[in-house]
């Protein structure tokens, strides 16, 4: 079982930058994939992001690429997704996941532990 408990949203204007974060407790953390999605409201969750167990690789959606990093601190047990040159169209409720998986899975229905979001609202 993981817990996870993501931070480091807000109200921010368009332009600027933000970085979440995504605190995890339970087993091994180590052992899996994390990645990062976003819903926005009367839309579908939408990946953005994942990296390995070992933080060696990533994979981006193509509407991410350029803007957004992925990373993660396996001694503190925390995944993150630094977003620059924010746009209203980013505001959504984001997501961290978790998969006992040594690949980068991209789909949700393949994550198995969610926390229960940080809400990002960019203003324009």
């Known amino acids: 079982q993981v817990q996870l408990v993501e931070s480091g949203g807000g109200l921010v204007q368009a332009g600027d930058s933000l970085k979440l974060s995504c605190a995890a407790s339970?087993?091994?953390?180590?052992?899996?994939?994390m990645g990062w999605f976003r819903q926005a409201p009367g839309k579908e969750r939408e990946f953005l992001a994942v990296?390995?167990?070992?933080?060696?690789?990533?994979n981006y959606a193509e509407s991410a690429k350029g803007r957004v990093a992925i990373s993660r601190d396996n001694a503190k047990n925390t995944v993150y997704l630094q977003m620059n040159s924010l746009k209203p169209e980013d505001t959504a409720l984001y997501y961290c996941?978790?998969?006992?998986?040594?690949?980068?899975?991209?789909?949700?229905?393949?994550?198995?532990?969610w926390g229960q979001g940080t809400q990002v609202t960019v203003s324009s």
């Open positions: 339970g087993q091994t953390f180590d052992s899996y994939a």
């Open positions: 996941a978790a998969v006992l998986s040594r690949g980068l899975p991209r789909s949700s229905w393949e994550y198995h532990y």
């Open positions: 990296i390995n167990w070992s933080g060696v690789f990533r």
